[in-house]
T-cell receptor
Framework: DSGVTQTPKHLITATGQRVTLRCSPRSGDLSVYWYQQSLDQGLQFLIQ???????AKGNILERFSAQQFPDLHSELNLSSLELGDSALYFC????????????FGPGTRLTVL | GNSVTQMEGPVTLSEEAFLTINCTYT??????LFWYVQYPGEGLQLLLK?????DKGSNKGFEATYRKETTSFHLEKGSVQVSDSAVYFC?????????????FGKGTRLSVIA
């Protein structure tokens, strides 16, 4: 158990809908990363937050957004969902903004029908 | 840019066989290197890491040595078990203005048969 929690574990929704994925980092960790794992693209970095502020962006679509709250949990919002958004979404956390070891949550499996 | 290339799977081995999964990288800075493992239906677990040249990471019988001259970080285990069946990901991170998102290889699926 990494100490990172993600909810929900599974999510099934329809095209065009909007969903929110939630991540709670390990106790004391200030930095949160979001990754997408799909069959065709593999594991891709989406976005990083540190202590409430966005720090880095990767291959995140404009339809996706994220935020980190004062209690340090983070939410990833996916809107206008398409079939191709079906994937596993992982959250990872680290202590500092430049700590190199990331601890991953169990993931949320999103299925868009 | 930064990238990781690892051998394509699937790899199928008999129990107690020797395992090597090749991983090479390209990085614009001085990366830290990682191996993560994903067991069926689970998230990613850090298996081992190395942060500078010639460092050897090791855990649960797995080893990998950071080779700067060949830009490689090959994963090895002397005797695999059925419980090692999983997908293995090589990854790197480079400190760039304090941001260190991981760059992953495509993963290598290992199946160990009894």
């Amino acid at each position: 158990d990494s100490g990172v929690t993600q909810t929900p574990k599974h999510l099934i929704t329809a095209t065009g809908q909007r969903v929110t994925l939630r991540c709670s980092p390990r106790s004391g960790d200030l930095s949160v990363y979001w990754y997408q794992q799909s069959l065709d693209q593999g594991l891709q970095f989406l976005i990083q937050y540190y202590n409430g502020e966005e720090r880095a962006k990767g291959n995140i679509l404009e339809r996706f957004s994220a935020q980190q709250f004062p209690d340090l949990h983070s939410e990833l919002n996916l809107s206008s969902l398409e079939l191709g958004d079906s994937a596993l979404y992982f959250c990872a956390s680290t202590l500092g903004v430049s700590s190199d070891t990331q601890y991953f949550g169990p993931g949320t499996r999103l299925t868009v029908l | 840019g930064n990238s990781v290339t690892q051998m394509e799977g699937p790899v199928t081995l008999s129990e107690e066989a020797f395992l090597t999964i090749n991983c090479t990288y390209t990085a614009t800075g001085y990366p830290s290197l990682f191996w993560y493992v994903q067991y069926p239906g689970e998230g990613l677990q850090l298996l081992l890491k190395a942060t500078k040249a010639d460092d050897k990471g090791s855990n649960k019988g797995f080893e990998a040595t950071y080779r700067k001259e060949t830009t490689s970080f090959h994963l090895e285990k002397g005797s695999v078990q059925v419980s090692d069946s999983a997908v293995y990901f090589c990854a790197l991170s480079v400190r760039n203005s304090g941001n260190t998102p991981l760059v992953f290889g495509k993963g290598t699926r290992l199946s160990v048969i009894a």
